[in-house]
């Protein structure tokens, strides 16, 4: 059995299943919109092409972008 074989990715044709993806988003993206005035209290958005039917699973805020997990094919679960 060669190096080949143990570390090839598992292969699933023909299955249903879900797809964890990711997307890396530079703060230069975003945008920053203040709420009710309040100080401190503001939302960030920007549009995100995400593929008809995702799910968001988490978010993270790094140093330099949001990187958005999101999951495909939800059915699948």
Do not use: N
Not at 19 to 36: A, C, K, N, Q, Y
Request: aromatic share 10%; charged share 25%; net charge negative.
């Amino acid at each position: 059995m060669g190096m080949e074989a143990s570390s090839a990715a598992p292969h699933f044709e023909g299955m249903d299943v879900a797809v964890l993806s990711r997307i890396v988003i530079p703060f230069m993206m975003v945008e920053r919109e203040e709420i009710g005035g309040i100080r401190g209290l503001s939302r960030e958005f920007c549009q995100v092409p995400f593929p008809p039917g995702a799910r968001v699973v988490q978010a993270e805020k790094t140093e330099g972008a949001w990187i958005v997990w999101y999951v495909e094919r939800v059915e699948a679960i």
